[in-house]
C-alpha cells in the first residue's frame, strides 16, 4: 500500500501549544524522511483550558474533518503515517480505522490508559478517554465501534482505579514495560493487522518533551524492539502523539530524529 501523510494541528483538549508547533516539527521531518506531501489539517489556535466537553465542542468540526480524510484513505487503501498533536485527536481516527478494518489490533503505546469516561473520574480529561469513547462507553459524537478485545496497551503504568479495573478483568490486555518486550507484544497482537498509537510519554522521561512526565517508561531500544516486532505483521498505520517541540524548561528545541529512528520498521 502506498502510504500517505497526514498532520493535524487543530485543537484537541491542549493544555499548552507546544504539541501543535511539535506536529509541524514532526510533518516536516516525516515529509523529508519518507518522500510524501504533507496534508495538513486543522488550525493551531490557543489552549483553551475548558472542561472536557467544550473542549471538544471547540474542537469537533477539525475532527470530524481529519474522520473524513481517514474514512478517504483507508477507503483507497492507503497506509496511514500521521501526526496528531493531542491523543484527544484519537476520537476521530480509531473508530474509521475500526470500521475499515474491525479485524485490526489498535496497539496503545501510552504511559497511561486513556480509557476513563466521563463519569469514572473527579476531572475527566479529553485525552484520557479515547479508547473508552472509541469502544462507545460515552457518546463523542466521532463514531464507536472498538472492540476492547482488540486494543493492546502498551507501557501504561500511570492507571486510575477504573482503567487498572479494565486490566485486571482482562478487558483490556497491558504489555507492561520489561524484558523481551518484542516478544511479549507479539505473542499479545497475534496474526492480527496493526494499527499504532504512540503517545510519547509512554518513554522515559527526558528523551523527548511531553506534558507529562512519568517515570519507568521505554527507552528508545524498546521502542525499536516493539517496532520490529509489530512490523512483521500487516501494518495499517501509525500515528504519532503528544510530541512537544521544545522542552518546556528553556524553550530549546528537540529534534525528533532519534524518535523517528526507533519508530522506523512501522514508518516503512
Same mark, same amino acid.
Given at each position: 500500500m502506498t502510504a500517505a501523510l497526514t498532520v493535524f494541528l487543530g485543537r484537541a483538549g491542549d493544555r499548552n501549544s507546544r504539541a501543535m508547533a511539535g506536529s509541524q516539527v514532526l510533518g516536516r521531518v516525516l515529509s523529508e524522511r519518507l518522500q510524501l506531501p504533507? $496534508? &495538513?489539517?486543522?488550525?493551531?489556535a490557543p489552549p483553551l483550558h475548558l472542561p472536557w466537553h467544550k473542549e471538544l465542542a471547540a474542537a469537533r468540526r477539525e475532527l470530524i474533518d481529519l474522520a473524513a480524510v481517514y474514512d478517504e484513505l483507508l477507503g483507497a487503501r492507503r497506509r496511514l503515517v500521521s501526526v496528531i498533536g493531542r491523543c484527544a485527536a484519537g476520537l476521530a481516527t480509531v473508530p474509521i480505522v475500526a470500521r475499515h478494518r474491525p479485524d485490526a489490533c489498535v496497539v496503545w503505546f501510552d504511559a497511561h490508559g486513556d480509557s476513563n469516561t466521563p463519569s469514572s473520574v473527579p476531572n475527566p480529561?479529553?485525552?484520557? +478517554?479515547? *479508547? &473508552?469513547?472509541?469502544?462507545? +462507553? =460515552?457518546? &463523542?459524537? %466521532?463514531?464507536?465501534? %472498538?472492540?476492547?478485545?482488540?486494543?493492546?496497551?502498551?507501557?501504561?503504568?500511570?492507571?486510575? !482505579?477504573?482503567? =487498572?479495573?479494565?486490566?485486571d478483568a482482562g478487558t483490556l490486555t497491558l504489555v507492561r514495560v520489561g524484558p523481551q518486550l518484542g516478544e511479549r507484544?507479539? $505473542?499479545?497482537?497475534? !496474526? $492480527? !493487522?496493526?494499527? +499504532?498509537?504512540?503517545?510519547?510519554?509512554v518513554l522515559d522521561p527526558g528523551i523527548v518533551p511531553t506534558e507529562y512526565v512519568s517515570p519507568g517508561g521505554l527507552t528508545l531500544q524498546d521502542l525499536r524492539e516493539a517496532?520490529?516486532?509489530l512490523a512483521r505483521n500487516e501494518? *495499517?498505520?501509525i500515528e504519532i502523539a503528544e510530541f512537544e517541540a521544545? =522542552? !518546556?524548561?528553556?524553550d530549546s528545541p528537540c529534534s525528533p530524529a532519534t524518535l523517528l529512528e526507533a519508530l522506523d520498521p512501522m514508518l516503512r
Open positions: 504533507v $496534508r &495538513s489539517l486543522g488550525t493551531s480529561y479529553l485525552g484520557g +478517554m479515547v *479508547i &473508552s469513547g472509541a469502544a462507545g +462507553m =460515552w457518546e &463523542s459524537g %466521532l463514531g464507536a465501534g %472498538l472492540s476492547f478485545s482488540n486494543v493492546v496497551l502498551v507501557g501504561a503504568r500511570d492507571l486510575d !482505579p477504573d482503567e =487498572w479495573a479494565l486490566v507484544l507479539a $505473542r499479545a497482537v497475534g !496474526p $492480527r !493487522p496493526v494499527y +499504532m498509537h504512540l503517545d510519547c510519554d517496532c520490529d516486532a501494518v *495499517i498505520g521544545a =522542552w !518546556p524548561k528553556d
